[in-house]
Structures are given as structure tokens and as C-alpha cells.
């Protein structure tokens, strides 16, 4: 008896210096109860050390996750004003080709309105896009940008940045654990933007509410959703660390 109990005390000890640094303390001697107290304090020792570390895997995981989601905010951003620059550029060539060819009178009277109005509203979209995105990335006034973000989903809610602010502002409400207006946020990038490269994001985000408010199942639901539908992407990925947390 005495010997498996060494055995066992030594394979535990083992694991738990793998893990991170246990206590020291000689096993061997004592009564069998005392044997027995030391090794359940080794053992809850790297249980301890085993979830310390499960807290920061998760921390970094979530830090990762936002940080891409920065980079592809910023890549897309950049790819819709480029594309905004070469419409605008072909409307006032198109604008130019008709003054030319219509009489001097009336040649840009009412094409020139229209241009700037488009223009107008073009640079008012943007702007408020960008203002809301810049109290996040350069002022860090989270809590300003929420209703920014909201003034710009009612003002421009079919806009190419409608997705994207919506993501930001479900973001936001996470962060702040306001999960049942994050869901609606997240919920409306899933189901008025397929095509969205949020969608996956959004899913995951809606799987970690369902598991913070206790439903696992709908929880599963959304990860496993997120595997089908973005397999082999960074979402579907995180989707199956979670799915591997709640299953085990």
C-alpha cells in the first residue's frame, strides 16, 4: 500500500512541476492521512495552476481575436474609400462629357447639383464612420463611441460601413457585459450581412453571450455553425476551442 502511494504521489508531483512550480514537501513521512493531505495539496495546487493558465490562454485568445479584427477594419476601410475615390472620379468624368456636348446655357446646372450632393453625402458617411472608429482606435473613449456608433446604423443603416459599425458597437456592449443589446448588434451582422467578413466573428461573439448567460447549447449551436459555414478560418478555429471548453 505504502508503495503505491509513493508511485502515485510521484506521478502527480511530476505533473504538477510540468505545469507550473507546486509545493515542496516530502510525502513520505507521516501518518497515511497525513500522506493522503499532502498529496490532495499537491493536486489542487496544479489544478490551480492549470486554470491560471486556461484564465490567460483565454485572455490572450480575446486580445488576438480583437487585434484582427482592427487589421481587417483598417483593410477594409481603406478598400471602400478607394473605391469611393474611383466612383467619384467617374462620375465627374461622366459630368464633364455631358457639359461638354449640351448647350453652354444649361451645361452643368443640374448635374452639378447633383454632384455635390452625392459628393456631400459620400464625405458625411465617411466622416461619421470614421469618427466613430477614432473614438475606439486613437481617443480610447469607448464609452462615447457606443452611442456614435448607433447614431450611425440609424442615419446610414444600408451603408457599405453598416456591418462593420455594427460589429464595433456589439464589440462595445461585450466589453461592458451589456450582452442582450450586444446580441441584437452581433445578431443583425449575421442576418442582414452574409457577406459580410464579420459574419464568422459575430457568430463566435453570440456563441461566448449564449455561454455567459448559461445557454450552452446555444452556444454549441452558433460555434458549430461558425466551423461549417468559415471552416479553416481564424473564427472557425476559436469556434472549436470553445466548443472542446464546453464539451469537457
Known amino acids: 500500500m505504502k508503495r503505491a502511494v509513493l508511485i502515485t504521489a510521484m506521478f502527480l508531483g511530476a505533473g504538477a512541476a510540468v505545469a507550473a512550480p507546486a509545493p515542496v514537501e516530502d510525502i513520505a513521512g507521516g501518518s497515511g492521512d497525513d500522506r493522503l493531505a499532502r498529496i490532495e495539496r499537491i493536486v489542487k495546487s496544479r489544478q490551480q495552476s492549470e486554470l491560471e493558465m486556461q484564465r490567460r490562454l483565454d485572455t490572450l485568445q480575446q486580445e488576438v481575436l480583437d487585434l484582427r479584427g482592427l487589421t481587417e477594419q483598417q483593410n477594409y476601410q481603406i478598400e471602400q474609400m478607394q473605391e469611393r475615390q474611383r466612383q467619384l472620379y467617374d462620375e465627374l468624368a461622366n459630368l464633364s462629357s455631358k457639359a461638354s456636348a449640351a448647350p453652354a446655357a444649361a451645361a452643368t446646372s443640374i448635374p452639378s447639383v447633383v454632384s455635390t450632393n452625392a459628393a456631400a ?34 442615419q446610414y443603416p444600408d451603408s457599405v460601413y453598416a456591418a462593420n459599425a455594427n460589429y464595433w458597437l456589439g464589440q462595445l456592449l461585450f466589453n461592458k457585459s451589456e450582452f442582450a443589446e450586444a446580441k441584437q448588434a452581433f445578431k443583425t451582422v449575421v442576418d442582414r450581412f452574409s457577406d459580410s467578413n464579420k459574419r464568422g466573428d459575430s457568430l463566435v461573439k453570440l456563441g461566448m453571450i449564449a455561454e455567459k448567460t448559461g445557454d ?9 455553425q461558425v466551423v461549417k459555414d468559415y471552416a479553416n478560418s481564424a473564427a472557425a478555429r476559436i469556434a472549436q476551442q470553445q466548443l472542446a471548453a464546453i464539451k469537457a
Open 121 to 154: 453625402s459620400s464625405l458625411s458617411e465617411t466622416a461619421s464612420y470614421e469618427n466613430a472608429v477614432n473614438l475606439v482606435l486613437k481617443e480610447r473613449k469607448y464609452d462615447d463611441a457606443i452611442p456614435a456608433f448607433r447614431a450611425f446604423i440609424k
Open 216 to 224: 450552452k447549447a446555444g452556444a454549441m449551436q452558433y460555434y458549430q
